[in-house]
């Protein structure tokens, strides 16, 4: 099965930042939509946000919109989750996935590609 590789996870404090990258073959990078969801801690998986395979339609959970901006380079086969401002309940395995649908992202189970999540951990 395919994979998809995130990286940029780590240990932030209140109020910072950092960068998710996912990376995918090319041949599937380009020509699906690419989003990302996160499991907080005892909590179910979520939906944080998607991009259409050309980068012109973005979907953002609302507790993320206005802080987190996804956006996606298909000549790099790599799409990135920039997070500002964040706070604790913030603190996730956040996973990218890849689906030929953007309108899919909202059933996560139907995800034709995953990666394997990296930690997020955001500290008061």
């Known amino acids: 099965q395919v994979q998809l590789e995130e990286s940029g996870g780590g240990f932030v404090q209140t109020g910072g930042s950092l960068r998710l990258s996912c990376a995918a073959p090319g041949s599937i990078f380009s020509i699906n939509a690419v989003g990302w969801f996160r499991q907080p801690p005892g909590k179910e998986r979520e939906f944080v946000a998607a991009?259409?395979?050309?980068?012109?339609?973005?979907n953002y959970e609302d507790a993320v919109r206005g802080r987190f901006t996804i956006s996606r380079d298909n000549a790099k086969n790599t799409a990135y989750l920039q997070m500002n401002s964040l706070k604790p309940e913030d603190t996730a395995v956040y996973y990218c996935?890849?689906?030929?649908?953007?309108?899919?992202?909202?059933?996560?189970?139907?995800?034709?590609?995953w990666g394997e999540g990296t930690l997020v951990t955001v500290s008061s």
């Open positions: 996935a890849a689906d030929p649908q953007l309108g899919n992202f909202l059933y996560p189970d139907d995800m034709a590609y």
């Open positions: 991009i259409s395979w050309n980068g012109e339609k973005r």
